[in-house]
């Protein structure tokens, strides 16, 4: 199996050719693993916990419980 390069033929030694049968069984286990690693980080942001956010959400926050005191929300 191999590849046209510049009209050249390349050779290649590894991988799976694209149009092969197994290709898209290959690109779904690929996938099914990636949208599970996925679901995973949507459900840790989804949750919201404190000690998840960022230094930047933070001073965010107080900027705006500071704002809401003062009764300034420019």
Known sequence: ?????FSRYQHNI???PQGSVISPILANVYLNELDKYLETLKSDFDKG???????ISRNLEYRIAKAKAKKDMK
């Open 1 to 5: 199996m191999g590849y046209m390069q």
């Open 14 to 16: 590894v991988g799976t």
């Open 49 to 55: 916990t404190k000690s998840q956010r960022t230094g």
